[in-house]
Nanobody, 125 residues
Framework: VQLQASGGGLVEAGGSLRLSCAAS????????MGWFRRAPGKEREGVSS???????YYADSVKGRFTIPRDNAKNMVYLQMNNLSPEDTAVYYC????????????????????WGQGTQVTVSS
């Protein structure tokens, strides 16, 4: 399992970014996928996840602003981030977990076994 995250960068508050996660070495359609982030001085936290069946989940802090589309044919998962704020500044990671996950744990870092390297997102005020 390999995950390659990309698309981070510097953006002004109110702007948008789309992160990409390229998956290889496994069939994406059989995996739950998640996006997590670690802000300076904070622990890694769940941002958004999508189940094998396509159900999506979001942290309260990003609801209404972020979406997590997936393209199984391309083995890609994305994180579309709109209306960004400086509080969204963090290193963002994508992660994978084979099979189904309960909604109660799908945004927990311990629920995911395979991780990509991070991509930095910086939002200026």
């Amino acid at each position: 399992v390999q995950l390659q995250a990309s698309g981070g960068g510097l953006v002004e508050a109110g702007g948008s970014l789309r992160l990409s996660c390229a998956a290889s070495g496994f069939t994406l359609e059989n995996y739950a996928m998640g996006w997590f982030r670690r802000a300076p001085g904070k622990e890694r936290e769940g941002v958004s996840s999508i189940t094998v069946g396509g159900d999506t989940y979001y942290a309260d802090s990003v609801k209404g602003r972020f979406t997590i589309p997936r393209d199984n044919a391309k083995n890609m998962v994305y994180l579309q981030m709109n209306n960004l704020s400086p509080e969204d500044t963090a290193v963002y990671y994508c992660a994978a977990r084979r099979g189904s996950l309960s909604p109660s744990i799908i945004l927990r870092t311990v629920s995911f076994y395979d991780w990509g390297q991070g991509t930095q997102v910086t939002v200026s005020s």
